[in-house]
């Protein structure tokens, strides 16, 4: 049943999945990271639309992050909401730049447990850092999946 249910979800996937997103074709963790935080309470067309190019444009990598005003950081985060997010991603670059060696870049780790760690990052995240960067199997429930309870005369099930 695995086998079959996961070659299912492959073909879907060939066919209708979104492999064209920009967090989707590239295997630096930084893009991934920002991509999935901003996601969070935000559909992806907006973030497509108005906030993910920018502020990559304007902070490229975990260091241009760490090294930027925090202020500078709420600005560009302007309209997204939920500005601990921003200010988790601002920390967390800071504290992945105080862990480099010097002239090296920091970069985040590819395990899941460390990443857990770090500020704003959970489970969810942590997991999909680590599966779309890292190419770690790990299971990954995403946080635009919801449970609706269908109920009819013969069977109750939850699908997801």
């Given at each position: 049943?695995?086998?079959?249910?996961?070659?299912?979800?492959?073909?879907?996937?060939?066919?209708?999945?979104?492999?064209?997103?920009?967090?989707?074709?590239?295997?630096?963790?930084?893009?991934?990271?920002?991509?999935?935080?901003?996601?969070?309470?935000?559909?992806?067309?907006?973030?497509?639309?108005?906030?993910?190019?920018?502020?990559?444009?304007?902070?490229?990598?975990?260091?241009?992050?760490?090294?930027?005003?925090?202020?500078e950081?709420?600005?560009?985060?302007?309209?997204?909401?939920?500005?601990?997010?921003?200010?988790?991603?601002?920390?967390?670059?800071?504290?992945?730049?105080?862990?480099?060696?010097?002239?090296?870049?920091?970069?985040?780790?590819?395990?899941?447990?460390?990443?857990?760690?770090?500020?704003?990052?959970?489970?969810?995240?942590?997991?999909?850092?680590a599966?779309?960067?890292y190419?770690?199997?790990?299971?990954?429930?995403?946080?635009?999946?919801?449970?609706?309870?269908?109920?009819?005369?013969?069977?109750?099930?939850?699908?997801?």
């Open positions: 049943m695995y086998t079959q249910t996961h070659l299912m979800i492959q073909k879907w996937y060939k066919t209708q999945g979104r492999r064209t997103l920009p967090w989707r074709t590239t295997k630096d963790p930084y893009p991934i990271y920002l991509s999935e935080v901003m996601l969070q309470q935000t559909q992806v067309k907006t973030v497509l639309e108005r906030y993910y190019f920018p502020f990559l444009e304007k902070f490229p990598t975990l260091q241009a992050l760490g090294n930027a005003n925090l202020d950081v709420l600005k560009m985060w302007e309209g997204l909401g939920y500005y601990n997010r921003a200010k988790n991603l601002h920390k967390t670059a800071q504290l992945l730049i105080q862990g480099q060696p010097h002239n090296s870049s920091p970069t985040l780790p590819s395990s899941i447990e460390e990443l857990i760690k770090l500020p704003g990052i959970g489970k969810n995240t942590a997991h999909a850092i599966t779309f960067a190419k770690k199997s790990c299971s990954h429930y995403g946080g635009q999946c919801q449970t609706y309870p269908l109920s009819s005369a013969s069977t109750q099930k939850s699908y997801r």
